[in-house]
């Protein structure tokens, strides 16, 4: 007890000091008042309340509170959620080098990250992950599996592995390590000259990876480009300008910060001095594209540099400044400014709900959207491109061109959702080791798969079985490349079916131009040969 009120003393005494300082400095009576009564409140609950309580836990959530009053991205970082902002920003973590998700309430494998201590022991893409050092992983949740799964550098874990088709279980132990991760994890050049290079997230590394995958592109004849943000939530502001530097002039004008305190209005300008200007452009977006992602969709389009295609995006414009607390490994993060395009266009959405926890910013370092954002209907605020484009405002980035992804159909969603393309393929694979990547489905794998159909006791009426043959079976093939050739050919072949990508590839088909993009975007698409020239 005596302790406690050596602690509550010690916090009043820094309460009583920060009120001063404040007040010294000019705040208005009110605020120095209610830091009075916040004390007088944090004195009645140690004294009175029924059980004992935790001074620091008090504090905490009173700050916590006080944040939440603000906005969604305002947050006070304790000792795991600013490590997690650390991770996220240099983009590396310590760990085994996996991606994990649940399947049938176990933690499974996806894949293993290219180079990592998980993919030199042969751990594969649908392993599940029965025990870690000996706890059962039953009602894991993907957060409790990475907490067991990281650790410090050079420190052991053992993982106990089931394998589809293989009748026992296996013990791997792993020797963690510092595990790169890409914010470009594949690039290639879809066909007729075309490149396609997906940005996951921005990272302090994210500009050079994206010149490194241009460099690529040009040697493997590519002639145009499609920009894929999709689902990106973000990141570093000076790796968005960055990014976007590498397709506009240099002294462009590509975004531009408002905030109420000193040093948060600046503007950034392209720098670079090679910029790729040859290449047509189209740019996709969706409800999942935010913050450092759409200041580059923002800045291509009011540029007139990029077509952009899709959905809107989220509308995650507000910059977060963090600021590191003497004395203790926590941090506030603080919303200080909004984003703005060169035509003006602020990106931020008002009224948008909380983003993921414990995945901060650190001006502009974004998180996963928790929901999508509103229709593509037509906002009120017009503003105009650098040639004269009408362009719309109110919050995210309007793509130029709409394009709604086809939603599957009854029987091939409830085949995705159940995980069976994913499950064939693990099967597949054990039983068949030998076998090229991204090729056709043969009479076996496809009477194999329908097999797994119905000893999953899954109605499937013959007729939208034999309807729904060619979705299915461009399911199947992507996870049987997954295992055989990694993401980028898995990606090739999800791109197939994608409405959206093939709208892009058809502009691109016929755009010579950099500037062609726009006219051919708005005209009516082609036939579908005319995406092919």
């Known amino acids: 007890m005596i302790r406690r009120r050596v602690i509550l003393a010690a916090l009043c005494v820094v309460l009583f000091g920060l009120g001063w300082w404040v007040g010294r400095g000019g705040a208005s009576n009110d605020l120095y008042g209610n830091l009075d009564l916040f004390v007088e409140i944090l004195q009645k609950v140690e004294s009175n309340y029924v059980d004992p309580v935790d001074p620091h836990q008090l504090v905490d959530g009173a700050i916590k509170g006080m944040l939440r009053t603000l906005d969604p991205h305002s947050q006070y970082l304790d000792t ?150 999709r689902s990106d939530p973000g990141g570093l502001l000076d790796q968005a300008v960055d990014v976007a530097e590498d397709f506009i002039p240099k002294g462009s004008l590509v975004v531009y910060t408002r905030g109420r305190a000193r040093g948060q209005d600046n503007r950034y300008y ?48 507000s910059v977060q400044s963090v600021f590191p607390l003497a004395g203790r490994t926590a941090a506030l993060k603080l919303t200080t400014a909004l984003y703005y395009t060169p035509s003006g266009r602020s990106i931020h959405r008002e009224g948008l709900p909380s983003f993921a926890a414990n995945s901060g910013d650190d001006e502009g370092v974004g998180e996963a959207p928790a929901a999508p954002a509103p229709p593509d209907s037509v906002p009120v605020l017009r503003y105009h491109t650098a040639d004269g484009r009408v362009v719309y405002g109110g919050g995210g980035i309007t793509p130029d061109v709409v394009v709604t992804p086809d939603s599957l159909p009854p029987l091939a969603a409830l085949i995705e959702r159940r995980g069976l393309p994913f499950r064939f393929a693990n099967r597949w694979v054990t039983a068949h080791p030998e076998g090229a990547a991204g090729a056709a489905l043969s009479e076996a794998q496809w009477d194999g798969f329908v097999e797994l159909l119905r000893s999953e006791k899954i109605a499937a009426d013959p007729e939208a079985l034999r309807a729904q043959r060619p979705l299915l079976e461009r399911a199947v093939r992507r996870e049987l490349a997954r295992r055989r050739g990694g993401d980028a050919v898995a990606a090739r072949i999800a791109l197939e079916g994608d409405p959206v990508f093939q709208r892009a590839l058809e502009v691109l088909g016929r755009a010579r131009l950099p500037r062609e993009v726009f006219a051919i975007g708005a005209a009516a698409p082609a036939p579908a040969a005319d995406a092919q020239r």
């Not at 879809?190 to 010149?211: C, D, M, Q, W």
């Not at 200007?277 to 389009?301: C, F, H, K, N, Y």
């Open 80 to 229: 795991k959620a600013y490590a997690s902002l650390e991770n996220v920003t240099h983009g590396s973590f310590e760990g085994i080098g996996i991606v994990v998700s649940m399947r049938d309430n176990r933690p499974t494998v996806i894949a293993p990250i290219e180079g990592s201590p998980a993919w030199e022991a042969g751990l594969q893409s649908g392993d599940v992950i029965v025990r870690i050092d000996g706890e059962s992983t039953s009602g894991f949740t993907v957060e409790d599996t990475a907490d067991r799964l990281r650790g410090r550098d050079g420190s052991s874990v053992t993982v106990s592995l089931r394998r589809e088709g293989d009748p026992e279980e296996r013990d791997v132990t792993l020797i963690r390590r510092r595990i790169e991760t890409k914010s470009v994890p594949y690039a290639f050049v879809a066909g007729h000259g075309t490149g396609y290079l997906r940005i996951a997230n921005f990272t302090e590394k994210t500009s050079a990876e994206v010149r490194e995958a241009l460099t690529k592109l040009r040697a493997d004849g590519a002639r145009s480009l499609v920009l894929d943000l």
């Open 270 to 317: 392209a720098a670079e001095p090679r910029p790729e200007l040859r290449w047509p452009m189209v740019v996709l977006v969706d409800q999942g594209t935010a913050s450092a992602s759409e200041i580059v969709a923002g800045a291509l389009q009011d540029l007139d540099r990029a077509l952009i295609v899709g959905r809107t995006s989220f509308g995650k414009g």
